[in-house]
């Protein structure tokens, strides 16, 4: 029954990943690959439209998985089964917050999560990478990641607010797919 499948991996994704969405990506490139819901290109399709729309990225994810595995029961199953583990844990945290706060096995265990969440926001950043590019784009598409890069580098250190990196970022690709720049435009 793909419904509770779906749940249940979702469910899995979101008790056992601190950090949100991106540090999310690994595992959830790896269980929809490996059930075969969708194919790697289609996956960071998914992401890029995750990112591109409001939310948080694990759930605009789960939900479009979800609803590309099946429909909008699936997109549900999807979409609970990420979020209600959080649900639960912070209900938990809130309850137990003062009495733990000060506690030094609570706060080394927070200090020892936080490289983990770099590390695999890491890992997400290579593997969408190596998949959205390959070494048959060309330069220009390379040259045009690392000028964006730069500009959304120097964005940030000039704190400009990332909705218009993204649609600054979405425009200049609009662009450069119009001019038939980028591949497959």
């Given at each position: 029954m793909i419904y509770l499948e779906l749940f249940l991996i979702f469910f899995k994704i979101g008790a056992f990943t601190f950090g949100g969405g991106y540090a999310m990506l690994p595992l959830i490139q790896q269980e929809v690959l490996s059930h075969q819901w969708m194919t790697m290109e289609q996956l960071v399709n998914f992401v890029a439209v995750s990112e591109s729309t409001p939310g948080p990225l694990a759930v605009n994810l789960s939900t479009y998985v979800g609803a590309e595995t099946g429909g909008i029961l699936g997109a549900l199953s999807a979409t609970v089964g990420v979020v209600l583990p959080s649900f639960l844990i912070i209900v938990l945290v809130a309850k137990f917050y003062e009495a733990f706060q000060h506690n030094n096995i609570v706060?080394?265990?927070?200090?020892?999560?936080?490289?983990?969440?770099?590390?695999?926001?890491?890992?997400?950043?290579?593997?969408?990478?190596?998949?959205?590019?390959?070494?048959?784009?060309?330069?220009?598409?390379?040259?045009?990641?690392?000028?964006?890069?730069?500009?959304?580098?120097?964005?940030?250190?000039?704190?400009?607010?990332?909705?218009?990196?993204?649609?600054?970022?979405?425009?200049?690709?609009?662009?450069?797919?119009?001019?038939?720049?980028?591949?497959?435009?």
């Open positions: 706060k080394g265990c927070m200090n020892g999560l936080r490289p983990t969440v770099v590390g695999m926001i890491g890992a997400s950043l290579l593997s969408v990478g190596a998949s959205a590019f390959s070494p048959s784009d060309g330069m220009l598409q390379w040259g045009l990641a690392a000028v964006l890069l730069a500009l959304v580098i120097f964005a940030h250190i000039k704190k400009v607010h990332p909705i218009l990196l993204i649609i600054f970022s979405a425009v200049v690709g609009i662009i450069a797919g119009y001019a038939g720049l980028l591949p497959g435009a």
